[in-house]
């Protein structure tokens, strides 16, 4: 059973930075497309950036510029670089692991930008 951790989040001040992490067990960089979404409260769940493949990444447009989402495999670790943060990025994010129709989902880290 593939089961996914995140850690990193936090409160941080407008135009600061946070890097989450994400650590995986078992063996899925392999076959899975691993991303984050984020949920803020009273919206819904949005995919904040994903890497397809091992290698493709892609991003919402609200957050282009300012997230990197990167990968290293032999350390079962996906991570979310986020820069120029802004109020409007304050949501619980969460790991995922995605394959075909299966969603591994992690148990969410708080963010919160705030002066």
């Known amino acids: 059973q593939v089961q996914l951790v995140e850690s990193g989040g936090g409160l941080v001040q407008p135009g600061g930075s946070l890097r989450l992490s994400c650590a995986a067990s078992g063996s899925i960089f392999s076959s899975y497309n691993m991303g984050w979404y984020r949920q803020a409260p009273g919206k819904q769940r949005e995919l904040v950036a994903v890497?397809?493949?091992?290698?493709?990444?892609e991003y919402v447009d609200s957050v282009k510029g300012r997230f990197t989402i990167s990968r290293d495999s032999a350390k079962n670790m996906v991570y979310l670089q986020m820069n120029s943060l802004k109020p409007e990025d304050t949501a619980v994010y969460y790991c995922?692991?995605?394959?075909?129709?299966?969603?591994?989902w992690g148990q969410g880290t708080q963010v919160t930008v705030s002066s």
């Open positions: 995922n692991a995605q394959r075909w129709s299966t969603y591994i």
């Open positions: 890497i397809r493949s091992g290698v493709i990444t």
